[in-house]
C-alpha cells in the first residue's frame, strides 16, 4: 500500500524559505518512479509545482522554478521541497503524490493529505 | 485565469448524467494525456482518469474520459450524492513546459 504524507512547518513570515517534507512508504525511488508536488490555495485551483524522478529528472513550474527546489533522499525514502522567498499568496496546502513516468507527466496516483501552510508575519 | 477552461459548476439529480468539459489548446490537450481528478471537501485528490480515458483500478466504470481535439470531458453516468465534488483536469503544456490543471468545476448532486 503507497502512503505519502507531508510534514514541515505551517507558519512562515514573508521573505522566509520553506521546506516541506514528503515521507513515503509502500514503495521505492527506483525505475520509472518520481514524486510531485501540487497545492491548492483557499478557495482556488490546484496547481502544479514540481516533480523529481528516480533519476534526478525534474521539472518544475516556469513561474516558480526561480524560488523551487526538490531533492530526494532515496535512503530514508523522502522527497524535499524549497520554496523561497515566501509571500501570502503562496499560503495554501500543499500536497505531494507518487507519479510514474510511462504514464506521463501529470499522472499522480496516490496523494498525501496535504499540509497547510500559511505566510503572514 | 487557467490554460485549461471548465465551466465553474455543473448539477445533475441522482441517476443523471453529467459531463464536464476542458477545453485547452494544440500544445496542451491537442498532444499530451488528459488527466481528471476529484477532490472531496478536506481529502487529497483522487485520480479518475489517466492517459485520456483510462480508469484506474478501484474508480467506478460509472466514470469514463474522452478527447478528442484540443478539448476533453469527463462524463459520470448514474449520478450519485457521493459525486459531489470539485473536478479538475490536468495535462502537460509544451509551451509552457510544465503540468496545467483546469480551474476546476464543482459538482452538485442536487
Known amino acids: 500500500q503507497i502512503t505519502l504524507k507531508e510534514s514541515g512547518p505551517t507558519l512562515v513570515k514573508p521573505t522566509q524559505t520553506l521546506a516541506l517534507t514528503c515521507t513515503f512508504s509502500g514503495f521505492s525511488l527506483t525505475s520509472g518512479v518520481g514524486v510531485g508536488w501540487v497545492r491548492q490555495p483557499p478557495g482556488k485551483a490546484l496547481e502544479w509545482l514540481g516533480l523529481?524522478?528516480?533519476?534526478?529528472?525534474?521539472r518544475y513550474s516556469p513561474s516558480l522554478k526561480s524560488r523551487l527546489t526538490i531533492t530526494k533522499d532515496t535512503s530514508k525514502n523522502q522527497v524535499v521541497l524549497t520554496m523561497t522567498n515566501m509571500v501570502p499568496v503562496d499560503t495554501g496546502t500543499y500536497f505531494c503524490?507518487?507519479?510514474?513516468?510511462?504514464?506521463?507527466?501529470?499522472?499522480?496516483?496516490?496523494w498525501g493529505q496535504g499540509t497547510p501552510v500559511t505566510v503572514s508575519s | 485565469q487557467s490554460v485549461l477552461a471548465q465551466p465553474p459548476s455543473a448539477s445533475g439529480t441522482p441517476g443523471q448524467r453529467v459531463t464536464i468539459s476542458c477545453s485547452g489548446s494544440s500544445s496542451n490537450i491537442g498532444t499530451n494525456f488528459l488527466y481528471w481528478y476529484q477532490l472531496l471537501p478536506g481529502t487529497a485528490p483522487k485520480l479518475l482518469i489517466y492517459r485520456n480515458n483510462q480508469r484506474p483500478s478501484g474508480v467506478p466504470d460509472r466514470f469514463s474520459g474522452s478527447r478528442s481535439g484540443t478539448s476533453a470531458s469527463l462524463a459520470i453516468s448514474g449520478l450519485r450524492s457521493e459525486d459531489e465534488a470539485d473536478y479538475y483536469c490536468a495535462t502537460w503544456d509544451d509551451g509552457l513546459r510544465g503540468v496545467v490543471f483546469g480551474g476546476g468545476t464543482k459538482l452538485t448532486v442536487l
Open positions: 523529481i524522478f528516480w533519476n534526478d529528472d525534474f
Open positions: 503524490a507518487h507519479t510514474r513516468y510511462t504514464y506521463g507527466f501529470g499522472y499522480f496516483d496516490n
